[in-house]
């Protein structure tokens, strides 16, 4: 079956780098997601990348994906305070459009 | 990306008694999610709601427990029935907006039964 497996906690310092890595096993996964949760709140897109692709750069956020090994990560350079959250790797597959979620890495950033 | 807006975004409810959620989307969407996701934990996809057709539900969920309607493009409910303590988690609603890629998520609904 599918599964989506995250480190669990993160802890960085303002302005350092952060990097969250997730591992699937499903290898017809098509799109790979990074969500964000804020306390108390629901989930927010961060990004996203194609099966297709190595790397995908937004503005502070960089996704790489290593296909042959089944593992993503997501950079968030110059990480703020307000950046931290959980966040959460998730995959979908073609033919079933629902998404599996990994447990989520919680990110404190402290000042 | 659609909007949802998704009620009450809290509740605190006895035990035995039931919970109906709202999802309204601002766009028409075929297919809608409802997910939960217990305390500490991921989210699990409870059931797939399409307009017009019974939702599916996943292993480990049943219609008894989460009947889920979905009467028109733009709009679903989930109830939590017979509720107990373990039923506390946030239950989110999720939409693909039919270009494979981002699923758009409501704020979610934190339930806690007492």
């Known amino acids: 079956g599918e599964d989506v497996e995250q480190s669990l906690f993160l802890s960085v310092r303002e302005g350092d780098s952060s990097v969250i890595n997730c591992t699937y096993t499903d290898s017809s996964s098509t799109y790979l997601y990074w969500y964000k949760q804020e306390p108390g709140a629901g989930l927010q897109l961060l990004t996203y990348?194609?099966?297709?692709?190595d790397m995908k750069q937004d503005q502070r956020l960089t996704v790489l994906l290593n296909k042959k090994d089944k593992h993503l990560s997501l950079r968030i350079a110059d990480t703020q305070t307000g950046d931290s959250a959980i966040y959460f790797c998730?995959?979908?597959?073609?033919?079933?459009?629902?998404?599996?979620f990994g447990k989520g890495t919680m990110l404190l950033v402290s000042p | 990306s659609a909007v949802i807006s998704q009620k009450p975004s809290r509740d605190i409810c006895q035990r035995g008694t039931s919970l109906t959620i709202q999802c309204q989307v601002d766009?028409?969407?075929?297919?809608m999610f409802w997910y939960r996701q217990q305390p500490g934990q991921s989210l699990t996809l409870i059931a797939t709601?399409?307009?017009?057709?019974?939702?599916?539900?996943e292993s480990g969920f049943v219609i008894d427990k989460f009947p889920i309607s979905r009467p028109n493009l733009t709009f679903s409910t989930l109830t939590v029935s017979n509720m107990s303590p373990e039923d506390s988690s946030i239950y989110l609603c999720?939409?693909?907006?039919?270009?494979?890629?981002?699923?758009?998520f409501g704020s979610g609904t934190r339930l806690t039964v007492v």
């Open positions: 766009s028409q969407v075929t297919m």
């Open positions: 709601a399409n307009q017009g057709s019974e939702a599916t539900y």
């Open positions: 990348i194609f099966s297709n692709m």
């Open positions: 998730a995959e979908s597959n073609p033919g079933y459009s629902t998404l599996t």
């Open positions: 999720s939409v693909e907006e039919g270009t494979n890629y981002g699923y758009t």
